[in-house]
């Protein structure tokens, strides 16, 4: 079992390029998350999708947006690439959105934007 | 209100020694305390969680230690392993919006083994 999958895994972009960050899993679990990591601020929740066909944002939405493209798939789109949004990007699965149900993390998008 | 703080934000043990992280909040609705594990280029694994209502729960070489009226929880590693560096964040899971229960991190702390 690939678990979840993330591509690219890693990307320098220049400041004002667009990108999309593609996750992808294969254990039929609902619910798909976004966060981001920084040195010592944890991991920030970006986006999160409940359910397949809904959308909702986190801690830190500002300048992104995803897709909840059908139950497998949760893209993250950055139409305007910013300094700020250098970091690692993870996507998170979990079969449902109990307090119980654990995430399970892809390995990681590092971007770089200049 | 929503924070959770966790210290250290680095670790030195050595091999055999005992590893102890800790983490603190305020939000009494937090309901579900779990500590994840990240290697180095990977993402974070699910490690143990605990629940309020009890004030240990033990796996293997790993205790979270529980303290609700100081609203604190901590991570022991026993007779600690040069595999077990890596970064170790703690977590607290609240009821949100639309039925989803939402996840603070803390900050995370860097673990290093050595022999």
């Known amino acids: 079992n690939a678990g979840v999958t993330q591509t690219p895994k890693f990307q320098v972009l220049k400041t004002g390029q667009s990108m999309t960050l593609q996750c992808a899993q294969d254990?039929?679990?609902?619910?798909m998350y976004w966060y981001r990591q920084d040195p010592g601020m944890g991991l920030r929740l970006i986006y999160y999708?409940?359910?397949?066909?809904?959308?909702d944002k986190g801690e830190v939405p500002n300048g992104y947006n995803v897709s909840r493209l059908n139950k497998r798939e949760f893209s993250l789109r950055l139409e305007s690439a910013a300094p700020s949004q250098t970091s690692v990007y993870f996507c998170?699965?979990?079969?449902?959105?109990?307090?119980?149900?654990?995430?399970?993390f892809g390995n990681g998008t590092r971007l770089t934007v200049t | 209100q929503q924070q959770v703080k966790q210290s250290p934000q680095s670790l030195i043990v050595q091999k055999g020694g005992i590893s102890i992280i800790n983490c603190a909040y305020e939000?009494?609705?937090?309901?579900?305390f779990p500590w994840y594990q990240q290697f180095p280029g990977k993402g974070p694994a699910l490690l143990i969680a605990?629940?309020?209502?009890?004030s240990e729960k033990k796996e293997g070489r790993f205790t979270i230690s529980f303290n609700k009226s100081a609203k604190q929880f901590s991570l022991h590693i026993m007779d600690s392993q040069p595999g077990d560096s890596a970064t170790y964040f703690c977590?607290?899971?609240?009821?949100?919006?639309?039925?989803?229960?939402?996840?603070?991190f803390g900050a995370g702390t860097r673990l290093a083994v050595h022999p």
């Open positions: 977590a607290a899971s609240a009821p949100f919006s639309g039925g989803y229960n939402k996840l603070i």
């Open positions: 998170a699965s979990r079969t449902g959105t109990s307090y119980n149900s654990p995430l399970h």
């Open positions: 999708s409940a359910s397949e066909g809904t959308t």
């Open positions: 605990i629940r309020p209502d009890v």
């Open positions: 254990m039929n679990h609902n619910s």
């Open positions: 939000n009494t609705a937090f309901d579900y």
